[in-house]
């Protein structure tokens, strides 16, 4: 079994744990989540099952879509609703300043991830240091924000649409439109609401999933419609199991100069490229 599942996670469940009641419905060993989402958060996770898991950078690279509550008037220490407050502020920006705000963080920013996060400190989780009450020193990292605007306003709580490449904090950006505005705020509720190209309205729930199990897991060569496809006939197969690289010029063919499906007698082998003149597997994904 391997696809691609567009799972609904619910709120109060870790992505990690999502991914395990994933594969015990499914039945399978091999499953991991593209990009995490908060125990506090709910919306789109997108699940790779079997080999399909070894998509994980091809995935990670896609554009996030959340609508997100941001609380003025205080901050916890873990940036959410989740934590402890440490800063209060009576000043509480208008609708107009926070979209102003909002908008001004569209482009590319360094944004510092917040201490309680999944980044890693020599080997260490940032959460686990800050939860020992360690001092964490994270770095800024380079992050984009293709969209950032106000959905509505029912004071102190500011409803927001975040459009983002991957790995930026939503839980940041609440930090830092408040800190721009002189203000302090939290961010109390998250949604993803679009991984890439899969949508929340097209999700599956737990339950749909213990209903139809593998029904419900998206074909790889649905997923991977939009990469150019090399289709080999059979005589290259015996040759691509055996771990030999395929030269272009065998295949008689004009290959593509960027990463391409390669389909060998018919079956998806994987994601390729070329190197050096030869055909190279860079994913493997034939069972």
Same mark, same amino acid.
Request: glycine share 10%; proline share 3%; hydrophobic share 40%.
């Given at each position: ?7 609904? &996670? ?34 789109? !996770?997108?699940?790779?099952?079997? %080999? ?11 554009? *996030? ?13 873990? !940036? ?6 440490? &800063? ?23 944004? $510092? ?8 400190? =020599? ?5 686990? $240091? ?19 605007? !106000? ?30 505005? =002189? ?48 289709? !080999?006939?059979?005589?290259?197969? &015996? %040759? ?41 597997? &860079?994913?493997? $994904? *034939?069972?």
């Amino acid at each position: 079994m391997k696809g691609i599942l567009n799972l609904y &996670k619910p709120k109060g469940m870790s992505s990690a744990a999502a991914v395990g009641k994933a594969r015990r419905i499914l039945g399978v060993k091999t499953a991991g989540h593209f990009g995490t989402l908060d125990p506090a958060g709910e919306g789109v !996770l997108l699940i790779g099952v079997g %080999r399909a898991a070894r998509l994980f950078d091809f995935f990670l690279k896609g554009e *996030k879509r959340y609508e997100a509550v941001f609380t003025f008037g205080y901050q916890t220490d873990t !940036l959410d609703g989740e934590g402890a407050v440490v &800063k209060v502020s009576e000043i509480i920006p208008t609708a107009v300043d926070i979209g102003d705000a909002l908008r001004s963080f569209v482009g590319n920013n360094m944004q $510092l991830p917040p201490a309680y996060s999944a980044k890693s400190l =020599n080997g260490v989780r940032a959460y686990t $240091l800050a939860r020992r009450g360690e001092e964490i020193e994270l770095k800024p990292a380079a992050v984009q924000i293709f969209d950032a605007q !106000l959905l509505g306003y029912n004071s102190p709580a500011a409803r927001v649409l975040i459009r983002c490449s991957s790995g930026t904090y939503i839980r940041s950006i609440c930090r830092d439109v408040a800190e721009k505005l =002189n203000s302090a705020a939290t961010m109390t509720a998250i949604k993803r609401v679009a991984s890439g190209a899969f949508k929340v309205e097209n999700s599956i729930s737990f339950k749909e999933l213990e209903a139809k199990k593998g029904v419900m897991l998206i074909p790889l060569e649905y997923v991977l419609k939009d990469l150019p496809q090399v289709c !080999l006939d059979g005589s290259f197969k &015996k %040759r691509l199991d055996n771990g030999v690289r395929i030269s272009v010029l065998d295949t008689e063919m004009t290959l593509p100069k960027s990463d391409f499906t390669l389909y060998a007698d018919g079956e998806l082998y994987g994601i390729a490229h070329i190197i050096d003149g030869k055909i190279a597997i &860079k994913t493997l $994904l *034939k069972d």
